[in-house]
């Protein structure tokens, strides 16, 4: 199995090379690439072809939540992990509306860093709770629920969904259905475009807020 492509945007240089040396330590990925700032965001992220982006909240320029948007409009699939000194809960929410899978705290041991590299990899969005129920309720707020509206979502698609909404990654969901990763990834995009979201978190929330499984 080719390792996970790892890409770091931080502006603290003893941080970046600490994330280096702690990524090209695991033996199931690889740090191709670390930035102080988003000045070349697309050319950098073209050049690394990363399948996972960490990336901080607070860059100087363009900040962290931008820049999110900005790879999600050119890369819809891109799967992003913010990462913040302070839990702070309206910019994570910001950030993971913007389209990131999810995020984690600089100060957080070695184990949780690498796990929530893992899970975002895998299809999953590592957040806390409260997080979690911010963005449900915004959905909530924004869109009028009803168990009636069509998506137009085949009943293989809304098994996926389903699957997602109980916290399966993409792998577990996978396995549950007897199809390839790469099948329930293309079931995933697919999912996106009929809903118009742009993350796992938002297609759950999207699902539930709408009663669409």
């Not at 695991?26 to 000045?39: F, G, I, K, R, Y």
């Not at 073209?46 to 996972?52: E, I």
């Not at 990462?83 to 809960?89: A, G, H, I, L, S």
């Not at 085949?154 to 909404?165: A, F, G, I, N």
Request: aromatic residues 4%; glycine residues 6%.
């Amino acid at each position: 199995m080719n390792p996970i492509r790892v890409i770091a945007f931080d502006d603290n240089k003893d941080l970046r090379d600490m994330f280096r040396l702690l990524v090209d330590a695991q033996a199931d990925m690889v740090c191709v690439a670390v930035h102080p700032d988003l000045s070349q965001l697309m050319r950098d992220i073209d050049a690394a072809r990363p399948d996972v982006i960490v990336m901080d909240i607070q860059l100087p320029g363009m900040n962290g939540i931008d820049g999110v948007r900005a790879i999600k409009a050119r890369h819809p699939g891109a799967r992003i992990l913010m990462q913040t000194v302070f839990d702070d809960e309206d910019k994570v929410f910001d950030a993971i509306c913007a389209g990131a899978s999810g995020y984690i705290l600089k100060t957080a041991p070695v184990e949780e860093i690498t796990k929530a590299i893992r899970a975002v990899h895998a299809g999953g969005a590592p957040m806390t709770p409260a997080i979690a129920m911010k963005v449900l309720s915004r959905f909530r707020a924004n869109e009028t629920a009803t168990s009636a509206e069509h998506y137009g979502l085949s009943d293989r698609e809304k098994e996926v969904l389903t699957l997602l909404v109980r916290g399966r990654s993409y792998k577990m969901i996978a396995e549950e259905l007897g199809i390839s990763y790469h099948t329930v990834d293309s079931h995933m995009r697919k999912i996106y475009d009929k809903l118009h979201v742009h993350s796992n978190a938002e297609a759950v929330s999207k699902a539930l807020s709408r009663r669409i499984v």
